[in-house]
C-alpha cells in the first residue's frame, strides 16, 4: 500500500521569499507523483504532475518540484512567493495508473500562508 | 462549460437523517469519484465509478452509498446520518486513464459541500 507524508501542517512565508513544501511517499511499486492546490473555499485543482522523464517538473503560477527516487520525496518549490500564493497544498500518488482505476492517495496537506 | 458541480453547497442534517448529494459534470468524462476532506486526513476516497452503471468502494465506503444512472451524474447518499459523516464532500471526475505512461487524465474537482451532522 502507498502512503503519503506532508511533514508540514502549516508554513508561514514573507511575501517574495522562497517556499519548499516537503513531500515524501512509500510504496513497493513505481509511482506518479501530484501537487494539487485548493484555495479558500474552492476545490482541487492539479499544480503539477510527474509521470516520467525529467525529475524536475514545472507547474503552473511559477512552482516547481523535483522527483527524488532514492529519497523518496517530491518536494514543492517556489522561488518567490504571492500574496495569491495562500492555500492549502496537497501531494498525492498513484501506482494503479493506466490500468483501469486511476487512484490517488492523498497527503494530509499543508498550509500556506504568505506574510506581506 | 460548468465542469463539475454540486448540490447543494451547505447542509445541516440531524443523526438518523437521509439525505442525496448530486455530482454533475459535463465533461463526458468517464470516471467519477466521491472525496471526504476532514482536517488533518487530507482527502480519502469513498466510491468510485468507472462507468454509467458501475460503482465501487474506495478507501472509506462505511455509510455511504452510490449510483451511477447517468454517465453525467454520481450520487452519493447517505441513509443513516452520524455526527462521523460531518465532513466537506468533494466530487472529481475524469477521462478514462488510457494506460501507458504519459496518458494520465487529470481529476477535475468540484467546490464541494459542507454537511454537518448534529
Known amino acids: 500500500a502507498q502512503s503519503v507524508t506532508q511533514l508540514d501542517s502549516q508554513v508561514p512565508v514573507f511575501e517574495e521569499a522562497p517556499v519548499e513544501l516537503r513531500c515524501n511517499y512509500s510504496?513497493?511499486?513505481?509511482?506518479?507523483l501530484f501537487w494539487y492546490v485548493q484555495y479558500p473555499n474552492q476545490g482541487l485543482q492539479l499544480l503539477l504532475k510527474?509521470?516520467?522523464?525529467?525529475?524536475l517538473v514545472k507547474g503552473i503560477n511559477g512552482f516547481e518540484a523535483e522527483f527524488n527516487k532514492s529519497q523518496t520525496s517530491f518536494h514543492l518549490r517556489k522561488p518567490s512567493v504571492h500574496i495569491s500564493d495562500t492555500a492549502e497544498y496537497f501531494c498525492?500518488?498513484?501506482?494503479?495508473f493506466g490500468f483501469g482505476n486511476e487512484k490517488l492517495t492523498f497527503g494530509t496537506g499543508t498550509r500556506l500562508t504568505i506574510i506581506p | 462549460n460548468a465542469g463539475v458541480t454540486q448540490t447543494p453547497k451547505f447542509r445541516v442534517l440531524k443523526t438518523g437523517q437521509s439525505m442525496t448529494l448530486l455530482c454533475a459534470q459535463d465533461m463526458n468524462h468517464e470516471y467519477m469519484y466521491w472525496y471526504r476532506q476532514d482536517p488533518g486526513m487530507g482527502l480519502r476516497l469513498i466510491h468510485y465509478?468507472?462507468?454509467?452503471?458501475?460503482?465501487a468502494k474506495g478507501e472509506v465506503p462505511d455509510g455511504y452509498n452510490v449510483s451511477r444512472l447517468k454517465k453525467q451524474n454520481f450520487l452519493l447518499g447517505l441513509e443513516s446520518a452520524a455526527p462521523s459523516q460531518t465532513s466537506v464532500y468533494f466530487c472529481a471526475s475524469s477521462y478514462h486513464p488510457s494506460g501507458g505512461v504519459g496518458n494520465y487524465n487529470e481529476q477535475f474537482f468540484g467546490p464541494g459541500t459542507r454537511l454537518t451532522v448534529l
Open positions: 465509478s468507472v462507468g454509467e452503471g458501475t460503482t
Open positions: 510527474y509521470l516520467s522523464g525529467s525529475t
Open positions: 498525492a500518488v498513484s501506482d494503479t
Open positions: 510504496s513497493s511499486v513505481s509511482v506518479y
